[in-house]
Nanobody, 128 residues
Framework: QVQLVESGGGLVQPGGSLRLSCTSS???????IGWFRQAPGKEREGVACFSRSDGSLYYKDSVKGRFTISRATSDNAKSTVYLQMNSLKPEDTAVYYC???????????????????WGQGTQVTVSS
């Protein structure tokens, strides 16, 4: 069973940046990989997803132009995906998760229930 580990969360001031990393125990080239977040008292929501096999790429509307999902280009390219987050806002505060969809390609609806393998999450707090 493939395993995912997120890292890179932390406390940042509004307007600041963070880069989250998701490292997989196996190649992610053949799956959809997504980033999700869950704020206290709210449902988990999709932030972005990417499928290398067909190049599909989608973002939640509220993060377009601020967040970028990308695949590593180093020796870990096949197993590491990043979420670069710029111009962070207090409403971006949440636990962020990466996940793999083993059956489907990246889809615009970013539906969490489609994803099969999840990491443990990393906390992102945006506050002054």
């Amino acid at each position: 069973q493939v395993q995912l580990v997120e890292s890179g969360g932390g406390l940042v001031q509004p307007g600041g940046s963070l880069r989250l990393s998701c490292t997989s125990s196996d190649s992610v080239d053949y799956y959809a990989i997504g980033w999700f977040r869950q704020a206290p008292g709210k449902e988990r929501e999709g932030v972005a997803c990417f499928s290398r096999s067909d190049g599909s790429l989608y973002y939640k509307d509220s993060v377009k132009g601020r967040f970028t999902i990308s695949r590593a280009t180093s020796d870990n390219a096949k197993s590491t995906v990043y979420l670069q987050m710029n111009s962070l806002k207090p409403e971006d505060t949440a636990v962020y998760y990466c996940a793999l969809d083993l059956e489907r390609l990246c889809a615009k609806n970013l539906w969490p229930d489609d994803y099969d393998v999840w990491g443990q999450g990393t906390q992102v707090t945006v506050s002054s």
